[in-house]
């Protein structure tokens, strides 16, 4: 027997007795035994330091950090990161210290640990604000060394497995952590598979029931989708043979979290997400992938507008591959993927997929250097906002929905949708945004609040004396812009912010017929024990410097001296913060209830009329970036407010009785109801009044018990 054999088979049987044959397995694969020996070390001092601790599910502590350093096994990560995930929650959970790690494993493995701690043992003034300086310790430790991140993902993958045992606001709070920020991270590092897991568990954890009646439709509708797709592949794998192309296809199915985003983005039901199930070609070439795209299309027409090349221009994070949409079988929708054998390696393991996780990068297509240059702009970012506003900054810049555009000299500048001139000269430099004047977008002149497209050629208009305007911060969508921006205007003396803010009050009032020199008297005392402020000269270098908002101030100085004064009104009393005070009213399109994610519309005439933020007409509203604003719920709210629901049921004689009875007792008023007859089924509207979502998700629940409900959505809909 080899010395290697001998000394995998001692490891073997000294790991099975503590159930790690799963990680033994993986790190046979590409580990050698020493490499495995230094792990089982690491193994053996954290089985030590946690011999005694219980997870809430009951099991011991030891099973967890073992099942991290599985998920990284199979990305076949180094022994320091599995060593790292073994020995992660040591410092944090146990009367280790980090020196001890640092002494017994080397620094490496010491910074891994340090940066996936959390800062439980800092005093903060909130659970928001621990977690946001624990995020922003996180970040700044995986600029220095990637692998970081790549626990912390792995460690929050297990966590939301055996996430059962937490009680339900701490599921929810972690499932909401995890749609919102680390499924988004690994999706900017480009770990595809990573990712996927995440959001679906995430899903689940957070929404259980709309994720059990998704998957079982789901199941029961995709069988004959995928028996179609296995003809059509057969018929691809021959055509493309034919042509010399030597080439694996897989069908791959959404995952139900991407399927469940995509019925929220347009407001349709799941009959209407035809493109469930997709084609994968996998080809060894740049080459072969644009020969088969030829004869892709040869065999079915293509949608127009659909066709992505990510190959030329990647994705932010790296992602590189052929996307296009057929009419497809029975016409159905089909989206194929067209990429090489590494690409695809990639695209599923993103940074993961590289060793150089200090090294850097050169390739500007790689994973890896997006990565970097990301985390980059992430430090710049942090040095100028607290740890709240970086951790929302960071979630703004998780979602960098893909606008490619050219500098002059033919760059790509990638920005996130939404994107204005101003975004694309701070993406430039700091300095060139601050010295914006006006933008060419494709050689004509645009303002700076213009919204840009795919292909753009964007150039920036500077003036050595031009200086940021407050404005600028209401219409940006990069938090490298805004951060910048505020940060400029910071050091903006007081009497030129007196002079800038003075030009933005005059121009906020032009539409409403009001003249600055109105602004004496009862009036001018109104508004200034409304803002807290002591003089006109205090208010107009706030609105210069950005802390206010010069439209909300003209709209306030509009209503006259005699408008009600809202800052001596009782803080628990405002249904809606951040309104100034204006008059408020709630659009009849959406129906906004306390809890809802909303936002602020200036209208003229109605004042602030709020909006649910996935309200359809909201990307209506955006066009026009300056009179929407955000805006949040107050507390304490005692009112009720009305919302609408559609049940779809079975025909039943006294249906309509018994769920009308069902929502009168949760202490709900109805004020409307319709019923339409469709064949075998009955739609019932209802609108009444709920005092918040969780009076609304009562009630919801409780209707659903009635066995003839097939289907319950919020909203007037078919």
Request: proline share 3%; aromatic share 8%; hydrophobic share 40%.
């Amino acid at each position: 027997m080899s010395e290697k054999s001998s000394l995998l088979q001692k490891l073997t049987s000294t790991w099975k007795a503590t159930n790690l044959d799963s990680l033994i397995n993986e790190l046979n694969l590409y580990l050698d035994p020493q490499a495995i020996a230094e792990i089982q070390r690491a193994y053996k001092f954290s089985e030590l330091k946690h011999k005694h601790q219980k997870r809430k599910s009951g099991e011991a502590y030891i099973h967890h950090p073992v099942s991290v350093a599985i998920t990284l096994a199979k990305y076949r990560l180094d022994t320091a990161s599995i060593k790292a995930a073994l020995l992660h929650d040591v410092v944090e959970d146990t009367q280790v210290q980090l020196s001890e790690i640092k002494e017994h494993f080397g620094e490496d493995v010491a910074t891994i640990v340090d940066g996936v701690s959390k800062l439980d043992r800092l005093e903060f003034q909130s659970a928001v604000e621990a977690q946001a300086e624990s995020f922003r310790k996180m970040i700044l430790a995986m600029t220095h060394d990637l692998r970081v991140i790549l626990v912390k993902l792995a460690d929050r993958l297990h966590n939301i497995k055996t996430i059962e045992s937490m009680t339900l606001e701490s599921r929810k709070r972690k499932a909401r952590e995890t749609l919102e920020i680390y499924a988004p991270i690994a999706n900017r590092l480009g770990i595809y598979a990573l990712k996927v897991e995440l959001e679906d568990l995430g899903f689940k954890a957070f929404s259980p029931y709309r994720y059990r009646v998704l998957e079982k439709a789901i199941n029961k509708a995709s069988a004959k989708q995928k028996k179609s797709l296995l003809k059509t592949k057969e018929q691809l794998i021959k055509a493309l043979s034919e042509r010399g192309l030597s080439a694996d296809i897989h069908i791959r199915e959404k995952h139900l979290y991407s399927i469940y985003s995509k019925m929220k983005r347009k407001h349709a039901s799941l009959n209407d997400i035809l493109d469930v199930y997709g084609l994968r070609i996998v080809l060894d070439d740049d080459s072969d992938c644009y020969q088969s795209l030829g004869v892709v299309h040869q065999y079915f027409k293509p949608i127009p507008g659909s066709f992505k090349d990510y190959i030329a221009i990647p994705r932010v994070n790296g992602y590189q591959s052929l996307h296009t949409t057929l009419f497809g079988p029975n016409g159905l929708p089909l989206e194929v993927q067209i990429r090489t054998r590494e690409m695809d390696w990639v695209a599923e393991r993103g940074v993961a997929s590289h060793w150089q996780y200090k090294a850097v990068e050169k390739n500007a297509h790689s994973s890896q250097f997006r990565a970097r240059e990301w985390l980059n702009a992430l430090m710049a970012m942090q040095k100028n906002s607290d740890s709240e506003e970086f951790l929302e900054a960071v979630k703004i810049d998780l979602f960098p929905d893909k606008v490619y555009v050219f500098t002059p000299k033919g760059e790509i500048i990638r920005l996130p949708k939404g994107s204005t001139p101003i975004d694309f000269a701070y993406a430039i430099h700091t300095d060139l945004g601050g010295r914006a004047i006006s933008a060419k977008v494709d050689r004509k002149i645009v303002p700076l609040g213009y919204p840009l497209s795919n292909g753009n050629k964007v150039e920036i208009i500077t003036s050595v004396k031009a200086s940021p305007n407050p404005q600028w911060v209401t219409f940006v969508a990069t938090a490298k812009a805004r951060n910048a921006i505020r940060s400029q205007l910071k050091v903006i003396g007081h009497d030129d912010a007196v002079i800038a803010g003075r030009k933005l009050l005059v121009k906020a009032l032009y539409p409403h017929r009001v003249s600055l020199r109105q602004l004496r008297g009862k009036l001018l005392e109104r508004i200034l024990s409304h803002y807290k402020l002591d003089s006109a000269s205090d208010l107009f270098e706030k609105v210069g410097i950005g802390e206010l908002i010069a439209t909300l101030v003209a709209t306030n100085i509009a209503a006259g001296p005699n408008a009600i004064n809202f800052s001596q009104v009782k803080h628990d009393s405002l249904e809606i913060i951040g309104t100034e005070g204006l008059t408020t009213s709630y659009g009849n399109c959406c129906l906004p209830i306390p809890g809802d994610e909303i936002i602020g519309f200036i209208s003229s005439g109605k004042g602030i009329v709020v909006h649910r933020a996935n309200c359809k007409n909201v990307s209506i509203f955006r066009k026009d970036a300056r009179r929407w604003l955000s805006v949040n719920w107050g507390e304490n709210i005692l009112r009720e407010f009305f919302t609408e629901i559609t049940i779809r049921t079975l025909n039943k004689v006294g249906i309509l009785a018994e769920i009308a009875g069902k929502v009168s007792s949760l202490d709900s008023n109805i004020v409307s109801t319709n019923i339409e007859t469709q064949g075998d089924s009955t739609l019932i509207y209802f609108r009444f009044s709920v005092k918040n979502r969780k009076h609304l998700a009562n009630l919801l629940r409780r209707i659903r018990t009635v066995d003839e409900v097939t289907r319950v959505n919020r909203g007037h809909t078919q």
